[in-house]
């Protein structure tokens, strides 16, 4: 005989597959951004007032409130702000631990792209390491951000952390 249900112990894990279909409508901004990696370009867009470069572009500039919609494109290469060293398997993983995320400021650009960064030891990471992009074969472009493969590093010498401190 079980116990009565007031007597049992909480459930406090529940396991159950999940799925979740969604579609996306990106608009006229981020639909510019993600074409234009189909080129192997990175296109942003550019506040006329205060002349800072946004990875999409936006509808309006968030500091001035003014559309910052005039197209820039901005380099494949950058410096890392911030990154995170990824030791810890899952299963959406792109590669077998451990591996890099980085915060990537492309040159041009004034705020950071999210990616990974390989060919670098995970310990070798830092603030300030210059990189570039590694593209996917030409048959492989399309408007998304996995035309990029990955970031690797440039082996110029570092950005000083003045350069990127306004970004992080």
């Given at each position: 005989m079980s116990a009565p249900p007031d007597e049992r112990p909480p459930v406090t894990v529940l396991q159950a597959p999940v799925r979740l279909d969604y579609t996306v409508t990106a608009g006229?901004?981020?639909?510019?951004?993600?074409?234009?990696?189909?080129?192997?370009?990175?296109?942003?867009?550019?506040?006329p007032e205060c002349h800072k470069v946004y990875l999409p572009a936006?509808?309006?500039?968030?500091?001035?409130?003014?559309?910052?919609?005039?197209?820039?494109?901005?380099?494949?290469?950058g410096t890392v702000t911030t990154f995170c060293v990824i030791r810890i398997p899952f299963d959406a993983a792109p590669f077998p631990p451990p591996y890099v995320a980085v915060a990537i400021l492309l040159d041009g650009a004034d705020m950071p792209i999210f990616h990974l960064v390989r060919g670098i030891e995970p310990d070798a990471a830092r603030m300030g390491?210059?990189?570039?992009?590694v593209w996917?074969?030409?048959?492989?472009?399309?408007?998304?951000?996995?035309s990029i493969r990955w970031?690797?590093?440039?082996?110029?010498?570092?950005?000083?952390?003045?350069?990127?401190?306004s970004h992080l």
């Amino acid at each position: 005989m079980s116990a009565p249900p007031d007597e049992r112990p909480p459930v406090t894990v529940l396991q159950a597959p999940v799925r979740l279909d969604y579609t996306v409508t990106a608009g006229h901004h981020l639909s510019t951004y993600l074409r234009a990696l189909a080129d192997r370009k990175i296109v942003g867009g550019r506040c006329p007032e205060c002349h800072k470069v946004y990875l999409p572009a936006r509808g309006a500039c968030p500091t001035c409130g003014v559309p910052a919609d005039a197209p820039v494109e901005v380099a494949d290469q950058g410096t890392v702000t911030t990154f995170c060293v990824i030791r810890i398997p899952f299963d959406a993983a792109p590669f077998p631990p451990p591996y890099v995320a980085v915060a990537i400021l492309l040159d041009g650009a004034d705020m950071p792209i999210f990616h990974l960064v390989r060919g670098i030891e995970p310990d070798a990471a830092r603030m300030g390491m210059r990189v570039r992009a590694v593209w996917v074969p030409d048959d492989q472009l399309g408007p998304t951000l996995a035309s990029i493969r990955w970031f690797e590093a440039t082996g110029e010498p570092d950005a000083p952390f003045e350069a990127i401190a306004s970004h992080l």
